[in-house]
């Protein structure tokens, strides 16, 4: 567990994008020697190559502005048991002479395409930096508590589900560690994924 903590620290190092002012998303002002338009450009181009049908995801489409509606998946650990996720989100860019602003906020989450789940519960776990074991059982009782709650059951049931979950304290914690390592990878491939498409040459087109 301890080369997962410190292979997170030194990922956590290269990052560029920041948890954004609301706290619900990732944000990035990215610095480049292109246009607007050829930002734009690029940008669209990148929409087009990673989704099916462009049009079929863009909800905002202006000079300046371009707002997509779409999912990634990455695989999460339950219970020693791992599991395909959907995470759909918006990913909206910000456009000017010289630099643009990718903001990606995570809007709902799924299991095997079953119904979407309330993605605060995964956000107060992940959007935040590597979280200790005390802070993260904080935020994961909390969560447990809600949602037994929000599934009709008293009190006394609460309280006995909570027992049992204390004691799978460690493995829980561990489980997270690797579902923060995947939840990471995923938003960070995207960000770089965008800024390595912007930054292409055109010449590295030519053909």
Do not use: C
């Not at 706290?23 to 099916?52: C, F, M, P, R």
């Not at 905002?60 to 339950?78: P, Q, R, S, W």
């Not at 989100?89 to 002479?97: A, C, K, P, Q």
């Not at 994961?140 to 589900?161: H, Q």
């Amino acid at each position: 567990m301890r080369n997962l903590i410190i292979a997170l620290l030194i990922t956590f190092k290269g990052y560029s994008q920041q948890v954004n002012k609301t706290n619900d998303g990732y944000t990035e002002v990215v610095e480049v020697e292109l246009s607007k338009k050829e930002i734009h450009q690029k940008l669209y181009e990148w929409i087009a190559v990673n989704y099916k049908s462009a049009n079929a995801v863009v909800q905002l489409n202006t000079e300046d502005k371009l707002i997509v509606k779409g999912n990634f998946t990455l695989n999460m650990t339950a219970q020693k048991n791992t599991f395909l996720y959907r995470i759909n989100n918006t990913l909206s860019f910000s456009i000017r002479d010289n630099k643009y602003k990718i903001d990606i906020a995570p809007t709902g989450i799924s299991y095997n395409g079953g119904a979407t789940m309330d993605i605060s519960l995964y956000l107060s776990k992940f959007l935040p930096k590597l979280l200790t074991k005390d802070e993260f059982l904080v935020i994961y009782n909390n969560n447990a508590r809600k949602s037994f709650a929000s599934m009709g059951y008293s009190e006394k049931k609460i309280e006995k589900y909570m027992k049992s979950l204390s004691k799978a304290n460690k493995s829980l914690y561990e489980e997270y560690l690797k579902n923060k390592s995947n939840w990471d990878n995923a938003i960070n491939s995207t960000f770089k994924s965008i800024r390595d498409y912007v930054n292409k040459s055109n010449t590295e087109e030519d053909w």
